[in-house]
């Protein structure tokens, strides 16, 4: 088989570490790849609306209310952006969201778990946000430029995210008995899963080889994880907390934190859509969305009128 | 004094209206991950947190004027239905999309020309609050009337919700207008504005975009009242019991 021009420049371009635009001639792998990555995150930013807006009511000050609404408002801008990144690669957001609806693009399994106390909302965003970050600033150097650049704004507003999250955890670390126990019991609920969401260890990811080679994936999902503990572990000492791992150990020789097994029947359960809230979340989407129907199709008929009207005054 | 409440004249007429703009806020924070289109979620989210801003300005500055241990918290999350004086509008519940736009629409119209006259109060906080509530009232209007026309004046479904959530709220509109002896004291001293004097101009803006969006004007007679005495709908203590449940279970903590 010859190799096209085409195929020629898209090497050279990851060689070089440059940016693929929407342009460029690339391979439907890429491409597949590119859409199914990009989807699901941007479905995990819409679909992360939910736990947290199951706070928004119950807040427990103004200016905790406030920040927690402009967060999940970052949340829905985060997803538009990424929506818009994804349809530079020839998907619309309608079709992606019908994929969602339909379970055939995922979300972060992250946001199957309830949040069940004002704490979530600081460890939601002071341990999930914070990994998220992780992540995301590897992602930054992406080889897709639409993506890479979507990563940059993204990562800006989601440190915030982390720091005010952690901010609410303070609060409650130096709060009463009651309060400590929240906190406690919220690093207890969220610490495993917030590891998973690195994806499954490097020898059992399917995905991870080619990802590397054409550079959308810059860093392993263990490497990335392991990131994560060493620099979150002390955190949660700071806040005066354990993390809910006996065989937490630090190791001197190599510097890093050591953990114990992670628990992938769980994380396979609920990827698989049997985790705590799989179908409450889509449920709400789906709803939220039909509900609506109305209003689009009124919309675009109104949009239609006026074009008319336009037209007849022309 | 109860710890919780303020007695100074000016001090209840701004907690007046922050609890205007606290419970409106509280509602519209209930519908955000559940609008139309993401767009709207945000927009939405946008409403809710002016609102929510006003109503924490206009509290702290009540409390500034209150006894000690008063905070716009303790004002916001302490008192029972009975003490609050939001206008009974912001507090009812909304099914969909038509309803939280209709409730909005007749309360920006109203808030758009009370911020404009307040703006020129002779109570230099008041005043300042009341140019910024302004300018996001402004825009609340722009956004609620382009939806109540292009619902109103979209799809035969689309006329037929907003028609009824229109005629729905309208018995909470004559509320807004009422004036009292607060009301005549604040005008007096040059604080306050009446906001029987902002009807008519209310009436007209209202009556033109309800035309534009080919939509019938409400003629239910009957109009409700109470909410300035805390004589409120039913569905203001569900409102509160979910927004202070952390603040009443867990009393005296900082969060």
Redesign the interface.
Known sequence: MQTTAGEIRFQELIDADEKVEPRDWMPDGYRKTLIRQIAQHAHSE?IG??PE?NW???????????TL??K??DE??H??YL?SAAETLGISRDEMQQLLHDGKQKYSSIFNYPTLS?ADMGTIGWLVDGAAIVNQIALQRTSYGPYARAMVKICKEESFHARQGYS?LL??S???E??RAMLQDSIDRWWWPALMMFGPHDSDSANTPQSIEWKIKRVTNDELRQLYIDQTVPQAHYLGCTVPDPDLRFDVDTGHWSIGLIDWDEFWDTVKGNGRLNRERIT?KV???D?????????T??AH?QRTELEKTA | MSPVTTTAPLATYLVRHADDNLIIGQRLAEYISEAPELEEDLAIGNLSLDHIGVAMHLYQYAASLGGAGITADTLAFLRTEREFSNVLLVEQPHVGFGDVIARQFFFAAYQTLLWEALVSSCDETLSGIAAKALKEATYHLRHASGWVVRLGDGTDESHTRMQAAVDGFWRFTGELFESDALVDEMVLAGIGVDPARLQTTWETRVSTVLSEATLTHPSDPYQATGGRTGMHTEHLGYLLAEMQWMQRTFPNMEW
């Open positions: 819409v609306m939910q807006a928004i009511t119950r807040a427990p000050t103004l200016q905790r209310k406030m609404i402009a999940v408002q829905a801008g997803g538009l929506y004002w609410i609060a409650l130096r709060g009463t009651e309060q709400h709803k939220a969305w509900d609506g129907a109305w209003v689009r199709e009124a919309a008929a109104y009128k």
